[in-house]
């Protein structure tokens, strides 16, 4: 029986390449699962639900139901999840998870691997598949991916007066930022708080810690040694720091960044107020959509700036589907989640701007885009595939990983607050992470 | 007599009766308060963590007591908490007996009035989280906005990020969602109070500062502490409310023990010190409990009511 439904699986998401665009979800066989009910728990927020209106189109092809138990946002949900755990009422079968999530979670989850059939597997971009991968085991399949750019409202760089005063106050001309150093001269350059601001960025949880890890391996640093010591009150942790600070003290960006999340972000540029954001491709049909954004028609996008160690920020990761080792019946669930990454499924969500994970997703959205001669969302997913392939890193995929996070971003608070000097703020994080990574045995 | 009692099982003598009338309350009290309780008491020894069920018996002897005794963030958490439980109280009080006193004093209109006046407690401590998040947010806040179409600021008032405005962005939503239980407790006392002495107070010629201090403030009072044992409870379990508007932070700022001890039980999975924490922390509320039933008692003795 497996084996027959993992055969129809093949053939099932093999199948879209051939027909693209023109195949109805009628004509793959995603197996029979009669009165059977999937019980799943899957992340929620605005952007994640068209690809849940099209659940019912499986439980039709299949003839089970779907019964969603929760829809949280990931932070909830990882709690919720724990909680199963130690509870022990792991009594669903799929979860949504992230490949920064997913290391904590020890062997709840499946090995993907002869579970979804290879060449299935093999359709999906290597870095993401090996992103979803712990210990050698594939316990998430992935859904779509992250990464940001950099967006910036274009008439601001198009004003002469700009470009002349910007000119006469740094001695080179005002085009998008290519270096960390010129986003922050620019931002600074373009604020006039409180009715008009740089940028922003998000300021707390593991939010402000990806920011903060990208920056550190932009500017020549990393988070760990080879021996998972912390190294990151390092110069260029000290340099990142830094960078975040002086942008709050020039009141470059709002003075309530701290309590901001990736809502506050993405509603503040969509509301004209702000210069330059750096953020996820999720967004971008929404800040170009007029109906929400006062600066639809208005948005450039370049890639994520380059930093002091010359390398290019690039922080990523992917949202995923992992089935539980509890699952009462396995089969349902990897046909549910084939489904729900199946190159149709994919389109449905590129084309809202979310970074699919199929190689063959990306080119036939931009297609469909070009073809719809929506040149901003060609642009963006040029923009997003070329940083995707040069330019992402993951954070590095150990248990601990939400903890270390949560000893580092009160502490890079301090330091943009001035509590603290960055140096202080980066060795007390580092000693306490030092104990964690030792807790957990990694050193 | 004796006779037909030696016959009687032990459990249907007279001096049982009451114990085994309770027992269905005591069986239950044990199911559900006093067996977690026993077990959140034992996982504070152990290094228990949520996503390791069976950390649940690594015992650590002390060292989770060890370890938040020896936390400097820990103790700042806990002298803000206590700070935040005085501010509150103290307020409440005041507000809520001005609350009643004034609404004690009108004869018309004072049912709707005190159903209105209630209305803050029956929104959920994260809705009222939400609600003020949005009006004191820097940005796009209500109140920053129509403190500069006023004139009265010309910049972004930093209210949840600020170190002294965060925690009275949060100390006046606490307020602002609690202070009727304290009007309605205070009102019930002022209804339930004889007439005569302040009838009497006024034939011997006291003004009404003397009446108010010296026999209708008294009176109140055992309703007062009352009040200040529940909410005392409340505010030490304060969570929702700080975690939506702020989570405990920037920087530790507004960091009360239960966003603490939700941090380390939940995103960082240590729920055996995470429950040392929570242990800790019900010392200080059995403490505050203590004071308020031992003010209660003086109060009542004072009124000639219990001794």
């Known amino acids: 029986m497996i084996r027959k439904v993992l055969k129809n699986l093949t053939i099932a ?6 027909f693209v665009g023109g195949v109805v979800a009628e004509d793959i066989d995603y197996g029979k699962f009669d009165d059977y009910t999937l019980r799943v728990k899957l992340i929620g927020g605005a952007q994640y639900e068209p690809l849940y209106a099209e659940i019912e189109k499986w439980e039709a092809m299949t003839g089970a139901k779907v019964d969603v138990l929760s829809r949280k946002n990931h932070f909830e949900l990882d709690r919720e999840i724990k909680q199963d755990i130690a509870a022990g009422t792991l009594d669903w079968c799929v979860g949504s998870n992230h490949t920064s999530f997913a290391p904590q979670y020890g062997s709840i989850y499946i090995d993907l691997n ?52 910007f000119k006469a106050k740094h001695g080179y001309d005002l085009t998008p930022p290519e270096t960390w150093a010129q986003f922050k001269d620019q931002a600074i350059f373009f604020a006039d708080a409180p009715t008009f601001y740089g940028t922003q960025y998000v300021g707390k949880d593991e939010a402000i810690t990806g920011r903060f890890y990208e920056l550190l391996v932009a500017e020549g640093g990393q988070l760990f040694d080879e021996n998972w010591n912390p190294t990151f009150n390092s110069e260029a942790g000290v340099r990142a720091v830094q960078w975040f600070k002086d942008l709050y003290d020039a009141k470059a960006v709002p003075a309530g960044v701290l309590n901001y999340l990736w809502d506050d972000t993405g509603l503040g540029f969509a509301s004209g107020t702000v210069a330059l954001n750096l953020d996820w491709a999720g967004w971008a049909s929404f800040f170009n959509d007029p109906e929400n954004s ?13 930093g002091s160690g010359g390398k290019r920020s690039g922080w990523s990761g992917s949202h995923t589907f992992s089935i539980t080792e509890t699952c009462d019946n396995k089969e349902a669930a990897a046909s549910f989640i084939s489904f729900l990454t199946s190159h149709e499924r994919q389109m449905v969500e590129a084309t809202k701007g979310l970074l699919p994970t199929r190689a063959k997703v990306w080119d036939d959205a931009k297609a469909e885009f070009a073809g719809a001669g929506n040149d901003f969302m060609v642009n963006v997913f040029e923009t997003y595939a070329v940083s995707m392939t040069e330019d992402a890193f993951t954070p590095p995929l150990i248990t601990p990983w939400i903890e270390v996070s949560n000893e580092l971003w009160p502490r890079l608070q301090a330091a943009i607050l001035g509590e603290m000097t960055p140096q202080e703020a980066l060795d007390e994080a580092a000693a306490e992470t030092k104990i964690i990574m030792e807790d957990a045995g990694y050193n | 007599m004796s006779n037909i009692a030696k016959g009687v099982p032990f459990w249907r003598k007279e001096q049982f009766t009451p114990f085994i009338l309770l027992s269905p309350a005591i069986l239950t009290l044990m199911f559900v308060v006093l067996l977690p309780l026993l077990f959140s008491l034992y996982t504070s020894f152990t290094g228990y963590r949520l996503i390791r069920p069976e950390s649940l018996y690594d015992w650590v002897g002390f060292r989770n007591y060890e370890r938040i005794f020896s936390n400097k963030n820990f103790w700042i958490a806990f002298g803000r908490t206590i ?37 803050p407690m029956m929104f959920s401590p994260i809705l009222v989280g939400y609600q003020f998040k949005f009006i004191f947010n820097d940005n796009i806040g209500i109140l920053n906005n129509a403190l500069q179409a006023l004139g009265l600021s010309d910049g972004a008032i930093p209210w949840l990020v600020d170190k002294y405005l965060a925690m009275f962005s ?90 603490l001890i939700a941090r380390v039980g939940y995103d960082n999975s ?27 008692l003086a109060a009542r003795k004072y009124m000639g009511g219990a001794e």
């Not at chain 1, 008439?155 to 470009?163: G, H, M, P, T, V």
């Not at chain 2, 307020?91 to 018309?108: K, P, Q, S, Y």
């Open chain 1, 13 to 18: 998401t093999a199948l879209p390449l051939l």
């Open chain 1, 114 to 165: 002869g579970v979804i059939p290879e060449a299935t597997l093999a359709e999906f971009q290597e870095l993401a598949l090996k992103n979803s991968t712990v210990d050698g085991r594939l316990v998430q399949l992935p859904r779509h991916s992250d990464i940001s750019n950099l967006y910036y409202k274009k008439s601001l760089y198009a004003d002469q007066a700009n470009k002349d005063n």
């Open chain 1, 294 to 306: 006062k600066v639809a028609g208005d948005i450039g996008l370049v890639r994520a700036p380059v």
């Open chain 2, 83 to 119: 700070l935040f439980l005085t501010i509150a109280l103290n307020v409440e009080f005041i507000l809520g007996l001005g609350i009643a006193l004034l609404i004690n004093r009108i004869t018309w209109g004072q049912r709707t009035l005190r159903t209105f006046m209630m209305f």
């Open chain 2, 170 to 259: 949060i100390l006046f939503a606490e307020i602002w969602m609690s202070t009727s239980v304290f009007a309605i407790l205070l009102l019930a006392g002022l209804f339930a109070m004889p007439r005569d002495p302040l009838e009497a107070a006024k034939v011997d010629g006291c003004n009404a500062w003397q009446v108010f201090r010296h026999i209708t403030l008294p009176f109140i009072m055992p309703f007062a502490f009352i009040a200040m044992t529940i909410r005392s409870l409340d505010v030490a379990r304060a969570y929702d409310i700080v975690d939506v508007m702020t989570g405990g932070g920037p920087a530790g700022r507004t960091e009360l023990l239960w966003t």
């Open chain 2, 270 to 296: 240590r729920m055996g010190q995470a429950n040392a924490m929570a242990y800790v922390s019900i010392l200080l509320s059995i403490l505050f409990t203590y004071y308020f039933f031992t003010k209660l």
